[in-house]
């Protein structure tokens, strides 16, 4: 059972590199629009992270954010596959995408609360990793939720 925790935390870290070759990708081909400060610091500190964890702390309790984060990978890909479909689909899915930063934002609320939990006194697992992670999960949260504030709820965006 070790073994395959191990495995999974190392897939989960190989795939978090593919996100960040994305963003290379993006430099490359001169979408300026989609290089932010949000876009390069979650891709940089998200590989970092699933690094360390894959290396250092492949526990069943450290493998929950990977499959968390994957799992809200998956619902995001879906959205921005079917979103470049022709016809009636995309324009089911096209109002839907405020709702992909939304999970992406409870998606660290529950992340924090997990983490939370591994700094109690009760919790056998080091308090370190959670002590790193937490910090980088609040930043992670105020950048989306500035990213939504702007994209959703500026007057701008309103008036459409």
């Excluded at 996100?19 to 300026?32: A, H, P, Q, S, Y």
């Excluded at 699933?50 to 702390?57: D, H, K």
């Excluded at 096209?94 to 591994?118: C, G, N």
Aim: glycine residues 2%.
């Amino acid at each position: 059972m070790k073994w395959q925790v191990v495995r999974a935390s190392y897939v989960a870290a190989v795939l978090k590199i593919i996100d960040l070759i994305e963003t290379g990708i993006f430099v490359l081909r001169k979408k300026n629009n989609q290089i932010t400060t949000l876009h390069i610091y979650h891709h940089v500190t998200t590989v970092l992270v699933a690094v360390i964890s894959s290396r250092y702390i492949s526990t069943g309790m450290a493998v929950f954010v990977p499959i968390l984060n994957c799992s809200v990978h998956v619902i995001m890909y879906t959205y921005y596959f079917l979103s470049n479909l022709d016809g009636p689909i995309k324009q089911m899915v096209l109002p839907l995408k405020r709702w992909i930063t939304i999970i992406q934002m409870v998606q660290f609320i529950i992340l924090a609360i997990h983490v939370s939990i591994s700094l109690l006194p009760s919790c056998p697992v080091p308090r370190l990793p959670g002590c790193l992670v937490l910090p980088n999960i609040f930043l992670n949260f105020a950048l989306f939720y500035n990213f939504y504030k702007k994209a959703y709820l500026s007057p701008r965006k309103n008036e459409n």
